[in-house]
């Protein structure tokens, strides 16, 4: 069964810095794209970024473009999100997922693999 598995969040103070981890298991994890959403409370849950199978394409929402950095370790299972320049505005509880198709990053839609979220509350 595929399992994703986020850790890395905290408190921090406005214009500092956290990395989220998402370990996955249970599938090719080579193969298949990856992304990060958050949900704030109030709010419907948003795109982030995302991370093609091969490292080699990336999408970021234009709210966190710039200051976010998606990677990906594949000898570790491992996506990474690099926060830096952190805003109140960017106080949520942050999903890794995966798609249900190997090798395309797709549409929201498309992402079927949750984790349990880790949450990332920045001060003002």
């Known amino acids: 069964q595929v399992q994703l598995t986020e850790s890395g969040g905290g408190l921090v103070q406005a214009g500092g810095s956290l990395r989220l981890s998402c370990a996955a298991s249970?599938?090719?994890?080579?193969?298949?794209?990856m992304a990060w959403f958050r949900q704030a409370p109030g709010k419907e849950r948003e795109f982030v970024s995302a991370?093609?199978?091969?490292?080699?394409?990336?999408r970021y929402a234009d709210s966190v473009k710039g200051r976010f950095t998606i990677s990906r370790d594949n000898a570790k299972n491992t996506v990474y999100l690099q926060m830096n320049s952190l805003k109140f505005e960017d106080t949520a509880v942050y999903y890794c997922?995966?798609?249900?198709?190997?090798?395309?990053?797709?549409?929201?839609?498309?992402?079927?693999?949750w984790g349990q979220g880790t949450q990332v509350t920045v001060s003002s």
């Open positions: 997922a995966a798609p249900g198709t190997r090798y395309t990053i797709p549409s929201t839609r498309g992402y079927v693999y």
């Open positions: 249970g599938l090719a994890f080579s193969t298949y794209a």
């Open positions: 991370l093609s199978w091969s490292g080699g394409s990336t």
